[in-house]
């Protein structure tokens, strides 16, 4: 499809389980971004890829959370030895990296961490 | 401090009528741009409007106009004609000139529901 994919929809996993949520942004679309959504709050920055650059980690919340992007396109998030409070819909959007222009925001991971 | 705040968990407006979702935002760097995405219960982020610091008029799409009062640092979204599927929760975002990416700051949202 031409919109940001993300898989799985949906993931139920146990307490201390790893995680890897998928983002496969729009066809050339330089930035990706990752945020995180807590039931009925706002979403919360967790890390952004711009083209070659160092991707900016300042909002990852822990340790237990990497990201990687490979070949400037899919990106991966990976949560380790999740948590309960790690339960949340992940988004991540993709963009033409210039100034004024809008993220484009794929349908979210709902995860749930029993 | 909070980059951008949203003063109204919720709002009710009825059918037909216009309504105004708040916008405040706090940056020091006189270069940004203020973005106002709508959330429906299925879970997508659409891309509503935009309005950079330094464009002179607020900006409009369609049935969506920015008050952009620069001097207050708001960015209120006004909704003219509200329609049923307006429902929806509504987020203002923020990019900053001096941050090294372009990440938008978002707000806690406001949730808009409609009566018919």
């Known amino acids: 499809g031409a919109g940001v994919s993300q898989s799985p929809s949906n993931k139920v996993t146990e307490k201390g389980k790893d995680v890897e949520l998928r983002c496969d942004p729009i066809?050339?679309?330089?930035?990706l971004y990752w945020y995180r959504q807590s039931l009925g709050q706002g979403l919360e920055f967790l890390i952004y890829f711009q083209g070659n650059s160092a991707p900016d980690k300042s909002g990852l919340p822990s340790d237990r959370f990497s990201a990687e992007r490979t070949g400037g396109s899919v990106s991966t998030l990976t949560i380790q030895r999740t948590q309960q409070e790690d339960s949340a819909v992940y988004l991540c959007a993709s963009s033409l990296g210039d100034w004024g222009g809008e993220l484009f925001f794929g349908e979210g991971s709902r995860l749930t961490v029993l | 401090a909070q980059k951008i705040t949203q003063t109204q968990p919720g709002m009710f407006v009825q059918e037909k009528e216009a309504v105004t979702l708040d916008c405040t935002y706090d940056t020091s760097d006189p270069s940004y741009g203020l973005f106002w995405y709508k959330q429906p219960s299925s879970g997508e982020m659409i891309f509503l409007i935009y309005q950079g610091s330094y464009d002179q008029q607020n900006a409009t799409e369609g049935r969506y106009s920015l008050n952009f009062q620069k001097a207050r640092k708001s960015a209120n979204l006004v909704i003219s004609a509200s329609q049923l599927g307006d429902s929806a929760m509504y987020f203002c975002?923020?990019?900053?000139?001096?941050?090294?990416?372009?990440?938008?700051?978002f707000g806690g949202g406001t949730r808009l529901m409609v009566k018919p």
């Open positions: 066809s050339g679309h330089t930035a």
């Open positions: 975002a923020m990019r900053e000139g001096n941050n090294a990416g372009n990440m938008l700051t």
